[in-house]
């Protein structure tokens, strides 16, 4: 028998059995049971007594946590993301085998009694007295159901979990009121519902309609008696009676649960018997979560959307609030992912560099207009196991977004860039620099917004040929892509009005830093990444206006809710006219310049190089009207390799350059992506200035010659000297350009 207390009053067992006891002869148990005031259980919460009417009387029921499809723009699925394997089903969708199996062997008077199967209890409370232990036992399916909801409620945190599965007659007690609430507001059928979706099943499965899809590959609604069987035994101890890891054992509990099941007359004994004959057929269906299932290479871009989602203010006020939403889940992402473009980007970033190469590279395309990110691919597969060259490292984002430390210089990319600026402040692009293959440029002559100087020292600037020398206009410098006419170019327009320029059309670092007051900004050396280039490219295409990019189009909540989602935020960067002249110039490249191996044939498009110092980044940035493609090569470890002497994709290069590497993956890419649809470019007139060339085209962005190969951009700034030998600052042939309407006022840009 058990002791009494030292101060003479009965146990705390004793006492909930004397009580029980009392309420039953006083007639108080009917669908429910009515339960005393304060001052009769024990509750172990924080080691203090309380009342059975301090329990709040409503249980706080948390969202069952389920999974998060993420969808490309046409509804294909890219992946599915959980926190818990589970989809919540109706109760009409389970299979009524499984609702008879579930409550036969777990409660087999649920429609009988109310909250609390008192006799079940009382027979566990003389048990357990008896024995001397706390009261265990006895559950019933709403009791156990309450239980599972504070042990959804804990989430992962480990002591949480703990204190909400604790054997304690105080736990017991909240359950208990919790129990008689949840019946008088949802009913038998909704509890049975509830239980089914919220249970676990073992193998990471949740929720009946999960485990059907983990053990047999098929949907709740369609379990067999057999396979119901299984399942409803497995709730005791999903580990123990494991198909999975123990057939034997498993089949002794399922044909318990199948005599449980003919014993209570929910089945005869004749199905009873041909069920046990039949062995568990199981059809494994092995849990897939993360970005790690995408498909078409989209894992990146699966991760960048997760990463969205759980920074973006649109999805909660705080990081904890968007956290707590993301794990819960059960949402349906639609994004922007094109699958015809993602398809093309993938096997355009795999076509030239192998996934086990020294070097890599990415590919992203962008929808002009819209801000719309349409692909994401690289050349390694998503995925942590580095034996099979898989990283999560997104090569295509900022820092903040899972990109590298700081992004990657972009070389002759960003001369577009220069060259708009100049454009907006009136220069022409007839404007000729007369230099040599190496110049010096006072550093204080490039002043910054607040009128600091760059640099208290020259800057020298040297072109990738000792034979690029000579008079340049806009044109053939964007063409040949000439440093040293871009250095000149930048001291003209200004540094602040480039920089300025840089902000408009969404250049930004990888390290999400300020863009710094350098010179050689001009030639790219300040680091950004494939998905800010092929922003900024895709404002050329949408005639100077800029549109920040986007993943995400919609997102429904379970039940249907609509959730806001980011939109893309469109500011005119430059007139119309100014892009409209870059993309005629910007043609040439594609057409006779530095790029003409990435040039589409059937189409108008236009595009840069860009290499930087060494070789150790190569770039092509390319457009067409509906249409802006950023694709790059480089090192992605901690180590920059200079690509020359160098196999790459089992072709050996003896220098990279980005027409010869970055602008073929870029044509590909371009070329599966694109449908039949052609817009043109708006055609303008383009001023060519006296190159000596006898060439003096006004259209089209002609120039003078192909150049041979890409710049190289140099970040430090240059790697060259001199004293300036072909030419000088007198050699500006070039005035001020007033574009077509402009006096009328119809630029829409303020000059500086």
Same mark, same amino acid.
């Given at each position: 028998?058990?002791?009494?207390?030292?101060?003479?009053?009965?146990?705390?067992?004793?006492?909930?059995?004397?009580?029980?006891?009392?309420?039953?002869?006083?007639?108080?148990?009917?669908?429910?049971?009515?339960?005393?005031?304060?001052?009769?259980?024990?509750?172990?919460?924080?080691?203090?007594?309380?009342?059975?009417?301090?329990?709040?009387?409503?249980?706080?029921?948390?969202?069952?946590?389920?999974?998060?499809?993420?969808?490309?723009?046409?509804?294909?699925?890219?992946?599915?993301?959980?926190?818990?394997?589970?989809?919540?089903?109706?109760?009409?969708?389970?299979?009524?085998?499984?609702?008879?199996?579930?409550?036969?062997?777990?409660?087999?008077?649920?429609?009988?009694?109310?909250?609390?199967?008192?006799?079940?209890?009382?027979?566990?409370?003389?048990?357990?007295?008896?024995?001397?232990?706390?009261?265990?036992?006895?559950?019933?399916?709403?009791?156990?159901?309450?239980?599972?909801?504070?042990?959804?409620?804990?989430?992962?945190?480990?002591?949480?979990?703990?204190?909400?599965?604790?054997?304690?007659?105080?736990?017991?007690?909240?359950?208990?009121?919790?129990?008689?609430?949840?019946?008088?507001?949802?009913?038998?059928?909704?509890?049975?519902?509830?239980?089914?979706?919220?249970?676990?099943?073992?193998?990471?499965?949740?929720?009946?309609?999960?485990?059907?899809?983990?053990?047999?590959?098929?949907?709740?609604?369609?379990?067999?008696?057999?396979?119901?069987?299984?399942?409803?035994?497995?709730?005791?101890?999903?580990?123990?009676?494991?198909?999975?890891?123990?057939?034997?054992?498993?089949?002794?509990?399922?044909?318990?649960?199948?005599?449980?099941?003919?014993?209570?007359?929910?089945?005869?004994?004749?199905?009873?018997?041909?069920?046990?004959?039949?062995?568990?057929?199981?059809?494994?269906?092995?849990?897939?979560?993360?970005?790690?299932?995408?498909?078409?290479?989209?894992?990146?871009?699966?991760?960048?959307?997760?990463?969205?989602?759980?920074?973006?203010?649109?999805?909660?006020?705080?990081?904890?609030?968007?956290?707590?939403?993301?794990?819960?889940?059960?949402?349906?992402?639609?994004?922007?992912?094109?699958?015809?473009?993602?398809?093309?980007?993938?096997?355009?970033?795999?076509?030239?560099?192998?996934?086990?190469?020294?070097?890599?590279?990415?590919?992203?395309?962008?929808?002009?207009?819209?801000?719309?990110?349409?692909?994401?691919?690289?050349?390694?597969?998503?995925?942590?196991?580095?034996?099979?060259?898989?990283?999560?490292?997104?090569?295509?984002?900022?820092?903040?977004?899972?990109?590298?430390?700081?992004?990657?210089?972009?070389?002759?990319?960003?001369?577009?860039?220069?060259?708009?600026?100049?454009?907006?402040?009136?220069?022409?692009?007839?404007?000729?620099?007369?230099?040599?293959?190496?110049?010096?440029?006072?550093?204080?002559?490039?002043?910054?917004?607040?009128?600091?100087?760059?640099?208290?020292?020259?800057?020298?600037?040297?072109?990738?040929?000792?034979?690029?020398?000579?008079?340049?206009?806009?044109?053939?410098?964007?063409?040949?892509?000439?440093?040293?006419?871009?250095?000149?170019?930048?001291?003209?327009?200004?540094?602040?009005?480039?920089?300025?320029?840089?902000?408009?059309?969404?250049?930004?670092?990888?390290?999400?830093?300020?863009?710094?007051?350098?010179?050689?900004?001009?030639?790219?050396?300040?680091?950004?990444?494939?998905?800010?280039?092929?922003?900024?490219?895709?404002?050329?295409?949408?005639?100077?206006?800029?549109?920040?990019?986007?993943?995400?189009?919609?997102?429904?909540?379970?039940?249907?809710?609509?959730?806001?989602?980011?939109?893309?935020?469109?500011?005119?960067?430059?007139?119309?006219?100014?892009?409209?002249?870059?993309?005629?110039?910007?043609?040439?490249?594609?057409?006779?310049?530095?790029?003409?191996?990435?040039?589409?044939?059937?189409?108008?498009?236009?595009?840069?190089?860009?290499?930087?110092?060494?070789?150790?980044?190569?770039?092509?940035?390319?457009?067409?009207?509906?249409?802006?493609?950023?694709?790059?090569?480089?090192?992605?470890?901690?180590?920059?390799?200079?690509?020359?002497?160098?196999?790459?994709?089992?072709?050996?290069?003896?220098?990279?350059?980005?027409?010869?590497?970055?602008?073929?993956?870029?044509?590909?890419?371009?070329?599966?992506?694109?449908?039949?649809?052609?817009?043109?470019?708006?055609?303008?007139?383009?001023?060519? !200035? %006296?190159? #000596?060339? +006898?060439?003096?085209?006004?259209? @089209? $962005?002609? /120039? *003078? &010659?192909?150049? =041979?190969?890409?710049?190289?951009?140099? !970040? %430090?700034? #240059?790697? +060259?000297?001199?004293?300036?030998? @072909? $030419?000088? /600052? *007198? &050699?500006?042939? =070039?005035?001020?350009?007033?574009?077509? !309407?402009?006096? #009328?006022?119809?630029?829409?840009?303020?000059?500086?």
């Amino acid at each position: 028998m058990p002791k009494k207390r030292s101060g003479g009053g009965l146990t705390t067992t004793q006492q909930a059995a004397k009580f029980l006891g009392v309420a039953a002869l006083s007639g108080a148990v009917l669908a429910g049971i009515a339960l005393p005031a304060a001052g009769v259980f024990g509750l172990a919460a924080k080691g203090t007594v309380q009342g059975f009417d301090d329990i709040p009387a409503s249980l706080r029921t948390p969202p069952l946590s389920q999974r998060t499809s993420i969808l490309d723009s046409k509804g294909g699925q890219i992946a599915t993301v959980y926190e818990r394997d589970r989809t919540v089903v109706k109760l009409r969708d389970i299979s009524p085998y499984m609702q008879k199996a579930i409550v036969d062997i777990e409660d087999a008077r649920f429609y009988e009694h109310g909250a609390i199967d008192l006799k079940g209890v009382l027979r566990a409370l003389n048990r357990n007295a008896q024995e001397g232990g706390a009261a265990q036992g006895a559950s019933t399916l709403t009791q156990q159901y309450v239980k599972n909801v504070f042990v959804e409620e804990a989430g992962d945190d480990p002591t949480k979990v703990a204190e909400a599965q604790q054997k304690s007659l105080g736990r017991k007690v909240r359950e208990l009121k919790y129990a008689i609430q949840v019946e008088e507001t949802l009913g038998k059928k909704k509890i049975l519902e509830n239980y089914l979706n919220i249970t676990f099943f073992g193998e990471q499965a949740y929720g009946i309609e999960a485990a059907a899809h983990r053990y047999f590959s098929k949907s709740a609604k369609d379990l067999t008696l057999s396979e119901s069987a299984l399942l409803g035994g497995m709730v005791q101890s999903p580990t123990r009676y494991d198909p999975v890891n123990d057939m034997e054992e498993a089949t002794k509990r399922r044909d318990t649960v199948l005599q449980r099941m003919a014993d209570l007359h929910d089945i005869s004994q004749a199905e009873a018997d041909k069920a046990k004959a039949t062995p568990i057929k199981l059809k494994v269906t092995k849990p897939r979560s993360g970005c790690i299932t995408a498909v078409a290479g989209s894992g990146f871009f699966c991760d960048y959307v997760r990463k969205v989602f759980l920074s973006d203010p649109a999805f909660g006020k705080t990081e904890a609030e968007r956290k707590k939403l993301w794990a819960v889940g059960g949402l349906t992402i639609r994004t922007t992912l094109d699958p015809k473009s993602q398809t093309a980007s993938n096997q355009a970033a795999t076509s030239k560099v192998n996934k086990d190469d020294k070097i890599a590279d990415a590919v992203v395309q962008v929808q002009p207009g819209t801000g719309k990110i349409l692909a994401m691919a690289q050349s390694r597969p998503y995925g942590l196991d580095l034996s099979k060259h898989q990283t999560v490292l997104n090569l295509s984002v900022d820092n903040r977004m899972g990109g590298t430390y700081a992004g990657f210089q972009v070389g002759s990319t960003f001369k577009p860039i220069t060259a708009s600026a100049a454009l907006e402040k009136g220069i022409s692009p007839a404007q000729s620099f007369t230099t040599g293959s190496q110049i010096s440029l006072p550093g204080d002559s490039f002043r910054s917004c607040s009128n600091r100087p760059a640099d208290d020292k020259p800057w020298s600037v040297e072109n990738e040929l000792p034979t690029e020398k000579g008079t340049f206009d806009m044109s053939s410098a964007l063409g040949k892509s000439i440093n040293t006419y871009f250095a000149k170019l930048e001291q003209k327009t200004g540094l602040c009005e480039t920089l300025t320029m840089a902000k408009k059309v969404g250049y930004t670092r990888g390290d999400d830093k300020p863009l710094q007051n350098v010179a050689a900004t001009t030639l790219g050396g300040q680091e950004s990444t494939p998905l800010s280039m092929a922003s900024v490219y895709a404002t050329f295409a949408n005639r100077g206006t800029y549109c920040s990019p986007v993943a995400i189009e919609s997102v429904t909540a379970p039940g249907g809710k609509t959730l806001n989602v980011p939109k893309t935020t469109c500011n005119k960067a430059m007139s119309e006219h100014t892009a409209d002249t870059v993309n005629q110039m910007l043609k040439g490249v594609v057409e006779d310049g530095t790029g003409k191996a990435a040039g589409l044939s059937d189409r108008d498009n236009a595009g840069k190089t860009g290499t930087t110092d060494e070789r150790k980044n190569a770039w092509f940035v390319g457009y067409t009207p509906n249409l802006s493609t950023a694709v790059w090569v480089g090192s992605d470890g901690s180590r920059q390799i200079p690509m020359s002497n160098i196999r790459i994709g089992g072709q050996y290069y003896d220098k990279v350059c980005g027409g010869c590497l970055p602008g073929p993956i870029w044509r590909t890419a371009m070329t599966g992506a694109l449908g039949s649809d052609a817009p043109s470019f708006n055609a303008v007139d383009v001023p060519r !200035g %006296n190159t #000596g060339s +006898g060439k003096h085209k006004r259209h @089209g $962005g002609g /120039n *003078n &010659g192909t150049g =041979g190969n890409d710049n190289g951009g140099n !970040g %430090n700034g #240059g790697n +060259g000297g001199g004293d300036n030998p @072909g $030419g000088d /600052n *007198n &050699g500006d042939t =070039g005035g001020i350009y007033f574009p077509p !309407g402009f006096i #009328g006022g119809n630029n829409g840009t303020p000059r500086r």
